[in-house]
């Protein structure tokens, strides 16, 4: 038996560590909106105005309301907004409670790289700054971009183990991108930054045994405090250590067994992640989406009524089991981490896009939850982690089936725009009424530095 002051497991660390944490400071110090590949920021503004659908209909959900009151009871100095109420409070106020309220419905963007959410843990505390700063919105995409672009190659540099001992990566990861987000938008210097870095890892954590509740939520605005806090203070002069990556008891070592320094510091200077960024069109965890389309598929292909299906498998990654293989979701919001219960909507026609599809009734109706019982998962070490492929066999014997790769980016653009500025619709319209949601719309797509963040923040009051 190990002594009680020593430690029973111990995680590997790397013997040599090569400078992760300074260059990725360096690299985020030097990105220029001016040097920015024009998919890159197209991207860019298509997720701030995701981010800006899913945020203005998260802001009413009760996790958001109960933040709000106990954050605001302590008063704040008032220079920056929070989407919905339009009330003012402390930069870091803001970055907490809108970057909760934008991941209150999980209907926000992921990028695999980090096995999670980098919009809602990084923009939220580089707006809350750039706002109080009257930064222009030219300013707030390069930092933006730098942000999501660090957050992505440290995810990069511990996955998948660091996701698989149980973190969530929008929360730890996610804190890291925030800092280079918000020590880009403040000019700082790689050693700043790198600084900033350091005090994020340490302010980071994050647990995803919390999935299904509200803390889920709270960690992408924790992750977006926390680089804020970090930036401000690696600018006073704040100490942390320069290499909190890659160090001996370091982020790297203590929370993952991967360490992955090439991939962190893939020296191609235009590509950014921001480019493989993939959108949520179901309102459910991303890991179901996969199966989702491909129980879309089957059913407008075969046409085959519920009634006649007797058998349904779905193949999926490994790494969903502990993400959203809920087998019998009693809640509207337990039901979107059930790849069970969600290709049962899918199969029976429901609207999967539509958050107020996700109720705790609809998890108790007869006829998904016979769909629900029926399915059985395989899971399939060859599947890459958004990849599913889901069978159905009726009750002739014939079977038929439908795959989808929900990990691989859209590359068309224009295609890209249409969806979202529909789903922009679909979310805003019923907060702010039709003419103020084009209106705010049409000045999100464009995102010039034709009208101040502070007045379009105000744009997202409700009616």
Same mark, same amino acid.
């Given at each position: 038996m190990a002594p009680r002051h020593q430690m029973v497991m111990e995680m590997p660390e790397p013997t040599t560590p090569p400078e992760v944490t300074r260059w990725l400071a360096e690299r985020a110090a030097a990105i220029s909106f001016d040097d920015l590949p024009d998919d890159a920021v197209t991207v860019a503004r298509q997720c701030i105005l995701d981010w800006f659908a899913v945020t203005i209909s998260g802001a009413s959900e009760p996790a958001v309301s109960i933040l709000r009151e106990e954050v605001l009871d302590d008063g704040a100095t008032p220079v920056a907004t929070l989407v919905g109420s339009g009330e003012k409070t402390s930069t870091v106020n803001a970055a907490l409670i809108n970057g909760t309220a934008s991941h209150a419905l999980d209907f926000d963007d992921v990028n695999m790289a980090i096995l999670g959410h980098p919009t809602v843990a990084i923009l939220p505390g580089v707006l809350a700054m750039a706002e109080a700063q009257n930064a222009s919105p030219r300013l707030l995409i390069e930092a933006f971009v730098a942000g999501y672009d660090v957050a992505c190659r440290t995810g990069a540099l511990i996955s998948p183990s660091h996701y698989g001992h149980g973190f969530h990566a929008t929360a730890t990861v996610g804190s890291v991108g925030s800092a280079a987000a918000c020590a880009r938008l403040l000019g700082l210097a790689p050693d700043a930054t790198a600084t900033a870095y350091g005090i994020s890892t340490t302010l980071a954590s994050g647990l995803k045994s919390m999935f299904g509740t509200m803390c889920k939520p709270l960690h992408a605005g924790r992750a977006a405090q926390n680089g804020l806090s970090a930036?401000?203070?690696?600018?006073?002069?704040?100490?942390?250590?320069?290499?909190?990556?890659?160090?001996?008891?370091?982020?790297?070592?203590?929370?993952?067994?991967?360490?992955?320094?090439?991939?962190?510091?893939?020296?191609?200077?235009?590509?950014?992640?921001?480019? $493989?960024?993939?959108?949520?069109?179901? @309102?459910?965890?991303? *890991?179901?989406?996969?199966?989702?389309? +491909?129980?879309?598929?089957?059913?407008?292909?075969?046409?085959?009524?519920?009634?006649?299906?007797?058998?349904?498998?779905?193949?999926?990654?490994?790494?969903?089991?502990?993400?959203?293989?809920?087998? $019998?979701?009693?809640?509207?919001?337990? @039901?979107?981490?059930? *790849?069970?219960?969600?290709?049962?909507? +899918?199969?029976?026609?429901?609207?999967?896009s539509a958050i107020g599809s996700y109720t705790d009734v609809m998890t108790q109706e007869p006829e998904l939850v016979r769909l629900r019982d029926m399915a059985t998962i395989i899971f399939d070490e060859s599947f890459p982690e958004a990849k599913a492929e889901v069978t159905v066999t009726t009750n002739d014997g014939s079977s038929h089936s439908a795959s989808h790769d929900a990990g691989v980016a859209d590359t068309d653009l224009m295609r890209q725009q249409t969806k979202l500025e529909n789903k922009f619709i679909a979310l805003v319209e019923p907060v702010l009424g039709a003419a103020e949601t084009r209106r705010l719309m049409d000045i999100l797509v464009l995102l010039d530095d034709g009208t101040s963040l502070e007045e379009i923040l105000a744009m997202t009051r409700r009616s």
């Open positions: 930036a401000r203070l690696a600018r006073r002069g704040f100490t942390s250590r320069p290499d909190a990556l890659e160090c001996a008891q370091g982020l790297a070592a203590t929370q993952s067994v991967d360490f992955h320094p090439d991939e962190a510091m893939r020296p191609e200077p235009l590509d950014f992640h921001i480019r $493989r960024n993939l959108f949520k069109y179901h @309102a459910s965890c991303y *890991l179901t989406h996969g199966a989702i389309e +491909a129980g879309i598929h089957l059913r407008d292909r075969s046409r085959t009524s519920t009634n006649a299906i007797s058998g349904i498998t779905i193949r999926v990654a490994p790494v969903t089991d502990r993400v959203c293989n809920l087998p $019998r979701p009693a809640t509207g919001l337990e @039901a979107k981490f059930s *790849l069970r219960l969600t290709v049962a909507m +899918a199969l029976a026609g429901r609207n999967t």
